[in-house]
C-alpha cells in the first residue's frame, strides 16, 4: 500500500513538473541566428519587417516567435503533452550539421538529407499559416473528410480504413474541438507530408555575397497545386531558405510539370546561383503567406 501511494505521488509531481511555463518557438532560435547580428549588450536580435509597416524592426531572437506553451498537448499522459516540442528540438539539434556539410563538402550526406527534408515539414507545421490552415479544416463541415485524409495510412489494413470512424486514435480528434486537437493533428499532418516529402529530392542553391537569401516567420514556400481531395500533390515546389547562403528546392522528380529548370539541377550538391536565378527565387520569398520578413543582415530602414 505504501508503495502505491509513493507511486501515485511521483506521478502527480510528475505531472505537475510536466505543465511548467515554457517559451516555444515557432522558430528555431539556432536557425534565427544565421540571420540576425550581436548587438552592443551581447544580445542576438533579427532585423525584420512586418508587412503592414514600412520599417524595420530589431527583434531579441529569444523572444521572436516565442509563444508560451503553444506547442503542449492536452493529454493525462505526461510523456504525451511535451512530445510535439520535444520533436522540434530534436530536429533543431542537427540544423548546424547540416549546415556544415555544405560548408565543408558542397554537398548533402545521406543524413543531412533525412534531417533537412524531416525540418522542413517540421517548420511547416510549426508556422502560423499552416496552424490556421489546419484550423479552418477542423472548423470546416468537412472536419471529418480531411481526417479521414491524413489519418488513412494508419490503418493496417483496408478493412480497418473502412472502419476508421470508430477508431479511438480517429475520434479523439473527430470529437475534439479544434484548439483543444490542433496540436495532435498538427502532428499527424507532418506524419502525412513526410510519407511524400520522402520520395522528393532536394537542390541546394548559393547566394552571391551580395544577394543574399531573405526568409520570413513562414520560411517554408509551399507552391502546391492540387486537385480535389488532396493536399500535397506530386507536382508541388518547396522553397526554403536554409541559411542566407543556402537555399534548398524540393520537388518530386516524377512529376509531369517540368517547366521549371531547377527540377534538372543535380540533387544535393551545392549549385552557384545566377543573378536571375536569385531574382526569380528572391521574388518567391518575398510573395510568401507571411507576417514578418527577416533581413539577413543588421538594417535600420524606414520610409518616410
Known sequence: MIKLIVLYIFFILFKKMSLHKQDQHKLPQVYLKKFGYLDKSNQWK??????????????????????????????????????????????????????????????LSIKSNAYLLQLIGNLMIRSDYWREWTLGMLKHKNKENFLQIILGHNCKDEAEFLNIKKLPFYRILADGSPDEIINRVLLYLVDYFMLRLWHYEIVILESQEDKLWFTSNNPVVVHNRILRNEIFAKESELYFPLSPKYLAYVHFKGSEDKKNPLRTFKKNVDHKA????????????LDNQAEFLIIPLRLNYRID
Open 274 to 285: 545566377k543573378d536571375d536565378q536569385i531574382e526569380f527565387l528572391t521574388k518567391i520569398i
Open 46 to 107: 533579427v532585423s525584420v519587417i512586418n508587412r503592414k509597416e514600412k520599417f524595420t524592426r530589431q527583434k531579441s531572437i529569444e523572444s521572436f516567435t516565442a509563444v508560451t506553451n503553444i506547442f503542449d498537448i492536452n493529454s493525462s499522459d505526461p510523456r504525451i503533452q511535451r512530445i510535439f516540442e520535444e520533436l522540434n528540438c530534436d530536429l533543431e539539434t542537427e540544423y548546424n550539421n547540416i549546415i556544415g556539410d555544405l560548408i565543408n563538402k558542397q554537398k
